[in-house]
C-alpha cells in the first residue's frame, strides 16, 4: 500500500511540473511570436487591390503601401493600357503631418492638432508595445490613448480601433496577412486584398 502511495505521489509530482513546464513554454512562445509580429510592421511595403466606397465616392484600383519607422506613404494606381506604366491616381504620406495628393495633383495638409481623425501616431509605436508584453499576453489587448488594440491567440494584430472617432482596421489572416478592412461606424468602407508583402528597407519619399 505504501509503495502504491508513494507511486501515485510521484506520478502525480510528474504532472504537475510538466502541466507547470509546458505552461512556461506556451508563454514563452507567444513572447516570441509577439516580438516577431511586432517586428513585422517596422519596414513593410504592402502591394495589392484596393476597393474604397464611401458615400457617392466608388473605385477599386492597385495600391502600394509603405511603411517605416517615421513615415507612412500610400499610392493608389490607375492602371495604364494593358497595365503598362501606371499612374499616381491618388497619394497619401504621413509622418507627423498628412499631407494628400488628389487626382487633380491638389497638394492638401491635414494637421492631428486640429483633426484628430488624422492621427496615425500609433502606427509608429508598435515596436514599444513589446516592453509592456505581459499585459499584451494576459490579456490580448492594450489601449493607448483611446486607440485600443487587440491581438489574436497566435500574438497577431486583428483589430485597431479608436474608441474617439469609432474609426476601425481590420486585419484578416490565413496562413499569412490576407486582407485589411477599414471600418466607419460599423460601415466598411476600404478593403485592401494583398498580393504580396515585403520588408526591404525602402526610402520613403514626401509628397
Known amino acids: 500500500m505504501k509503495l502504491r502511495r508513494s507511486f501515485l505521489l510521484i506520478i502525480s509530482l510528474l504532472f504537475i511540473s510538466n502541466c507547470t513546464f ?13 516580438f516577431e509580429n511586432l517586428k513585422f510592421w517596422d519596414n513593410i511595403r504592402i502591394d495589392g487591390i484596393i476597393e474604397a466606397n464611401y458615400k457617392s465616392f466608388v ?8 511603411k517605416n519607422n517615421y513615415a507612412l506613404r500610400m499610392d493608389i494606381y490607375d492602371s495604364g493600357i494593358f497595365g503598362m506604366q501606371p499612374a499616381p491616381f491618388i497619394s497619401a504620406y504621413y509622418d507627423s503631418v498628412l499631407t494628400i495628393r488628389t487626382p487633380d495633383q491638389q497638394i492638401d495638409q491635414l494637421n492631428p ?3 484628430e481623425r488624422i ?9 514599444d508595445l513589446f516592453t509592456i508584453k505581459d499585459e499584451i499576453i494576459k490579456y ?15 500574438m ?3 483589430e ?3 474608441n474617439k472617432t469609432s474609426a476601425k482596421i481590420i486585419f484578416h489572416y490565413q496562413q499569412n496577412l490576407d486582407s485589411i478592412t477599414f471600418q466607419k461606424e460599423k460601415k466598411e468602407i476600404i478593403n485592401i486584398q494583398i498580393d504580396k508583402i515585403t520588408h526591404l528597407k525602402e526610402e520613403i519619399n514626401k509628397l
Open 22 to 34: 509546458f505552461l512556461k513554454l506556451t508563454e514563452t512562445n507567444k513572447e516570441k511570436l509577439l
Open 59 to 66: 473605385f477599386r484600383k492597385n495600391i502600394a503601401l509603405k
Open 113 to 115: 492638432e486640429n483633426n
Open 119 to 127: 492621427d496615425l501616431s500609433i502606427l509608429f509605436q508598435l515596436s
Open 140 to 154: 490580448q489587448k492594450v489601449i493607448i490613448n483611446g486607440v485600443v488594440i487587440i491581438f489574436s491567440d497566435d
Open 156 to 158: 497577431r494584430i486583428s
Open 160 to 162: 485597431i480601433h479608436d
